[in-house]
């Protein structure tokens, strides 16, 4: 019986923390997201991309970059291209935001992430979740990402260098299941903006000769002054 009564404790103990914890959707309307891998058009995703989003308070530092990868601009990496970013950095402030990390599933390590149809997905089925950390009917700020699908998490792609691209940040509300009556969370797909992923682009051969003959012009310079 005692035993009984432990067990029964500590369950309504854990219950609270459970129940507080703020629900979330998570999707994107059609055409949300488009790649530029292939330069085909329209621009939308097939199996190429994953999208995930990010949880937090202020301005994300990813804005220092851009608000959003807009979708008539090709992220790239190459200068003079257009939405030119270098993709280490992206990865470094998204990754490395102290105000902001990777929305998660319940009480698991798992990102909340998502393989896009036609530029669009419903993550979890349509379902509402719980992220760890968050309360319900809290407000907060959020914004999506998204990634070559070849890797199975952001930080995989991270690790190389992949292109990364990112929705605005948008005011975010949880659902509150205790509530009476119960409110919903806020529909993700409303307010998220459309943005896109591009391709990582090279100098042309004639860039490169270029670069060439001005490094050539430097060294001959440079023996002259000696």
Known sequence: MKRIIIAIGLALL????TFAQGTF????????VWDDY???YPKVTGTTIDVAFLIG?????ISQIATSIPTNNAANTYPGNPGYYQTDVAWDKILNDPNYHLATNGGTTVVASVNPTNGSWTYNGY???????????GTYTVYAIGWNSSFATPQ?????EEPVGWSAPFIYVTGDPNALPPTAPQQFGLYVTPFGIGPI???EPGTLALTGMGLASLLAFRRRGK
């Open 25 to 32: 959707l998570f999707s994107g309307g059609s055409k949300t």
């Open 127 to 137: 379902q509402s979740f719980t992220i760890p950390n968050t309360v319900a009917g």
């Open 14 to 17: 854990a219950a609270p923390a």
């Open 38 to 40: 292939s330069g085909a």
């Open 201 to 203: 682009i090279s100098p």
């Open 57 to 61: 308070t202020d301005t994300p530092l």
């Open 156 to 160: 995989a792609a991270a690790a190389w």
